[in-house]
Every structure is written in structure tokens, then in C-alpha cells.
């Protein structure tokens, strides 16, 4: 006797999917379904009735997630008809690695607004604060500011207050609590505010200081989903790449995902959208901008690296792509950072590719060499 083979072939839009079911190669039935749980139950309700359904869906973007996530949560088999998707799912789920990658460049945006709005808010209050520590930022500034947002709280508050709150801050000693408290106490008698510490500017400042911290939390908590996810093999070719630490290194490998699946660097250029464009029309040929038809987060990822590899050049630490970027700002004198940026974009990402491709760490004596034998 045959085995019956039952297929679920779901159609998922925005509001609604449509559930065609097959019983070995015929329809037996179709029906629509809301993108929710009246209408996911009933799915599961017909799913439960048959023995080990195949479920097989196109993956429609944001749309199909909650119906992917549904059928996770059943501990449920399906099959995506993209492949790319299916192959992030089944192997290292870097779809979500983007996600969380998008999440962190949405909390450094809302990150530096609320410093911004920080800093316009303290020179109405208590300017004086931003001369306590050598670098006013960081999370035991934000809280001292919060805590002490105008001088006349300051110098309402007994010192051996001011000294038990600063000992539970991190990284804060008695002596160091005490240094503190006596320079914000200096600070708060000569400063002169603008504002009354009830003020709205006050309610503002403190907005800002709880709006920067739970964003520096957001930061926090994407970085470490992108450590989980990330291949430890490649964060470690990643950062071999002098400039280049184990954020931004996170950050590049959620937005290309497996190099290996490309077959040459233009591929990566492309998907990146820093593939030059071409107009051709009748015998003229021109190459145009950047195609920017990849990810825009990628771009700006990629572009911070370049800064950052000419930093880690300054400070001693030389890579190739730091020589080809002064390379081409001094071949023209019109030749803007940003055109210079663009091309040592391009190199990076050949080098990425060529490292991750033949499991390799950076070497500027190898890289210098490889040079050689090109040029």
C-alpha cells in the first residue's frame, strides 16, 4: 500500500496566506488564512491531522517571518522557496545577525541624537559638569549627570552622600569617589546656570541621559547577538586586519554573511553596491557612481573601517589599504576623501575575500608582497 505524501504550499502576503493541500500531486483542498493566531491555529489544526506534512513556502520578507516563527515554535520542518534565506536559516542564521546589526545602527543613531541633545541641555544647567572627568561620556558619567543634572542639587547634597553614591558606580574606589565628589563640589559653587533646577530643560536633560543609556544597552545587547551567531574563524580573520576590532569586525561579517558563497570579489562589490555603473549608448561607454544597489549599512560599515585603518596606521599599526588610500589622495590633488574612501572600499573587501576564502590572518609583509607581484 502507498504512503500518502500531503503537501501544505502556502502563499504568504502581507495580511493573509493562502493554504493550497496536496495529496500526492492532487488538490484536495485550498483555503485563506489571517497572518495570525486564529489564523495560524487553524493551520496547525489541519497540520496535526496528517503524518509528517512537507510545508513549503516562499520567503516574502518581513511577511513570512511570523509564519516561520510559528512554525519553529511547533518544532515544525518547512521549506523556504528562496534558497539564500533557507541557506542563512539551516546554517548560520545570518538573517537574524542583519537584524541584530540593524537594531545596533538604529540604538548608535538614537545614541548620538540624545548625546547631542545631552550636551545642548547641560550648557543651559550646569556646564561645569562636562570639566569632571578628562572624557565626559561613558556610563558613569551619564549617571553622575543624572544624578547631580544642576549645581544647587550638588550643593543640596551632603558630601558623604555624593561620595556613597559615586562608590557604587563601576570602577569607582573610596579615594577616587572622594577626588570626584570634591571637584563637582568645586565645579557646582562657581557655576552660574541658565535655568532653575526645576526646569524643563532639567526634565529634558534627564530624558536625554536615560534615553543614551538604555541605547548604549541596545548597542550592548545586538553586539552580543552578533558574537553568537557570528563564525569565530572569520571574526578572527576579520580583526587580524589591522584598524579593525570586534565590533565593526561583527558588524561587516552580518552584513555580507558567508563570503564563501561568492565566487570572485565583483560578486561581493555588487552585493555590497559598490560596483561602479556602466552607461553604454550606441560606441560611448561611461562608468558612472557606485551602484548602490546592496546594503547602505554595509556601505557605512565598510566605510568606517577605512577610517579606522588609517587611525590604526597613524598609531603605528600599517595595512596595505591605508597605502592605497594615501596612494590615490596623492595621485590627484582634487581627489576627495570620499572618492579615495570608495576605492580603498573596493580593496578591503578584496582582501576580506581572499583571507576568508583561503583561511588566512592578515599580513602586511604578505599583503605588501602580493602587491608587488600585481603591480
Same mark, same amino acid.
Given at each position: 500500500?502507498?504512503?500518502?505524501?500531503?503537501?501544505?504550499?502556502?502563499?504568504?502576503?502581507?495580511?493573509?496566506?493562502?493554504?493550497?493541500?496536496?495529496?500526492?500531486?492532487?488538490?484536495?483542498?485550498?483555503?485563506?488564512?489571517?497572518?495570525?493566531?486564529?489564523?495560524?491555529? *487553524?493551520?496547525?489544526?489541519?497540520?496535526?491531522?496528517?503524518?509528517?506534512?512537507?510545508?513549503?513556502?516562499?520567503?516574502?520578507?518581513?511577511?513570512?517571518?511570523?509564519?516561520?516563527?510559528?512554525?519553529?515554535?511547533?518544532?515544525?520542518?518547512?521549506?523556504?522557496?528562496?534558497?539564500?534565506?533557507?541557506?542563512?536559516?539551516?546554517?548560520?542564521?545570518?538573517?537574524?545577525?542583519?537584524?541584530?546589526?540593524?537594531?545596533?545602527?538604529?540604538?548608535?543613531?538614537?545614541?548620538?541624537?540624545?548625546?547631542?541633545?545631552?550636551?545642548?541641555?547641560?550648557?543651559?544647567?550646569?556646564?561645569?559638569?562636562?570639566?569632571?572627568?578628562?572624557?565626559?561620556?561613558?556610563?558613569?558619567?551619564?549617571?553622575?549627570?543624572? *544624578?547631580?543634572?544642576?549645581?544647587?542639587?550638588?550643593?543640596?547634597?551632603?558630601?558623604?552622600?555624593?561620595?556613597?553614591?559615586?562608590?557604587?558606580?563601576?570602577?569607582?574606589?573610596?579615594?577616587?569617589?572622594?577626588?570626584?565628589?570634591?571637584?563637582?563640589?568645586?565645579?557646582?559653587?562657581?557655576?552660574?546656570?541658565?535655568?532653575?533646577?526645576?526646569?524643563?530643560?532639567?526634565?529634558?536633560?534627564?530624558?536625554?541621559?536615560?534615553?543614551?543609556?538604555?541605547?548604549?544597552?541596545?548597542?550592548?545587547?545586538?553586539?552580543?547577538?552578533?558574537?553568537?551567531?557570528?563564525?569565530?574563524?572569520?571574526?578572527?580573520?576579520?580583526?587580524?586586519?589591522?584598524?579593525?576590532?570586534?565590533?565593526?569586525?561583527?558588524?561587516?561579517?552580518?552584513?555580507?554573511?558567508?563570503?564563501?558563497?561568492?565566487?570572485?570579489?565583483?560578486?561581493?562589490?555588487?552585493?555590497?553596491?559598490?560596483?561602479?555603473?556602466?552607461?553604454?549608448?550606441?560606441?560611448?561607454?561611461?562608468?558612472?557612481?557606485?551602484?548602490? *544597489?546592496?546594503?547602505?549599512?554595509?556601505?557605512?560599515?565598510?566605510?568606517?573601517?577605512?577610517?579606522?585603518?588609517?587611525?590604526?596606521?597613524?598609531?603605528?599599526?600599517?595595512?596595505?589599504?591605508?597605502?592605497?588610500?594615501?596612494?590615490?589622495?596623492?595621485?590627484?590633488?582634487?581627489?576627495?576623501?570620499?572618492?579615495?574612501?570608495?576605492?580603498?572600499?573596493?580593496?578591503?573587501?578584496?582582501?576580506?575575500?581572499?583571507?576568508?576564502?583561503?583561511?588566512?590572518?592578515?599580513?602586511?609583509?604578505?599583503?605588501?608582497?602580493?602587491? *608587488?607581484?600585481?603591480?
Amino acid at each position: 500500500m502507498d504512503l500518502l505524501k500531503t503537501v501544505f504550499g502556502i502563499d504568504v502576503s502581507s495580511r493573509k496566506s493562502n493554504v493550497c493541500i496536496m495529496v500526492n500531486g492532487k488538490k484536495v483542498n485550498d483555503y485563506a488564512i489571517s497572518n495570525d493566531m486564529v489564523g495560524f491555529n *487553524r493551520l496547525i489544526g489541519d497540520l496535526k491531522q496528517v503524518t509528517k506534512p512537507q510545508i513549503i513556502f516562499e520567503a516574502t520578507g518581513v511577511y513570512s517571518r511570523r509564519l516561520q516563527a510559528f512554525l519553529d515554535m511547533h518544532e515544525l520542518r518547512y521549506v523556504m522557496m528562496n534558497p539564500l534565506e533557507a541557506k542563512r536559516k539551516t546554517k548560520d542564521d545570518l538573517h537574524q545577525n542583519k537584524t541584530d546589526n540593524r537594531i545596533y545602527e538604529q540604538a548608535s543613531h538614537d545614541l548620538i541624537s540624545n548625546k547631542n541633545r545631552l550636551h545642548k541641555a547641560v550648557q543651559l544647567t550646569f556646564p561645569e559638569i562636562e570639566h569632571l572627568m578628562v572624557n565626559p561620556r561613558g556610563k558613569n558619567y551619564w549617571s553622575i549627570a543624572l *544624578r547631580f543634572p544642576h549645581p544647587d542639587i550638588v550643593l543640596e547634597t551632603k558630601e558623604a552622600d555624593i561620595i556613597d553614591f559615586l562608590k557604587g558606580l563601576s570602577g569607582i574606589g573610596k579615594k577616587r569617589a572622594n577626588d570626584i565628589t570634591q571637584s563637582l563640589i568645586r565645579l557646582a559653587k562657581v557655576a552660574c546656570p541658565a535655568v532653575k533646577k526645576n526646569s524643563a530643560h532639567v526634565r529634558g536633560l534627564k530624558m536625554a541621559i536615560n534615553n543614551i543609556l538604555s541605547a548604549e544597552e541596545e548597542c550592548q545587547t545586538a553586539l552580543q547577538e552578533m558574537a553568537k551567531l557570528a563564525p569565530k574563524r572569520d571574526l578572527e580573520i576579520l580583526t587580524s586586519i589591522p584598524g579593525i576590532g570586534e565590533n565593526t569586525a561583527l558588524r561587516i561579517i552580518s552584513e555580507l554573511g558567508d563570503i564563501r558563497r561568492f565566487n570572485n570579489p565583483s560578486q561581493l562589490n555588487a552585493f555590497v553596491g559598490v560596483d561602479p555603473q556602466v552607461y553604454e549608448s550606441g560606441n560611448l561607454t561611461a562608468h558612472l557612481s557606485i551602484s548602490k *544597489r546592496g546594503t547602505a549599512i554595509g556601505r557605512k560599515v565598510l566605510y568606517l573601517a577605512i577610517n579606522q585603518i588609517q587611525s590604526a596606521k597613524k598609531a603605528g599599526n600599517p595595512c596595505h589599504i591605508a597605502d592605497y588610500y594615501e596612494k590615490r589622495k596623492r595621485s590627484s590633488e582634487t581627489a576627495s576623501h570620499k572618492k579615495a574612501a570608495i576605492a580603498s572600499i573596493h580593496k578591503l573587501l578584496r582582501t576580506i575575500f581572499a583571507l576568508i576564502k583561503n583561511d588566512q590572518l592578515y599580513s602586511y609583509d604578505v599583503a605588501k608582497h602580493n602587491q *608587488r607581484l600585481l603591480s
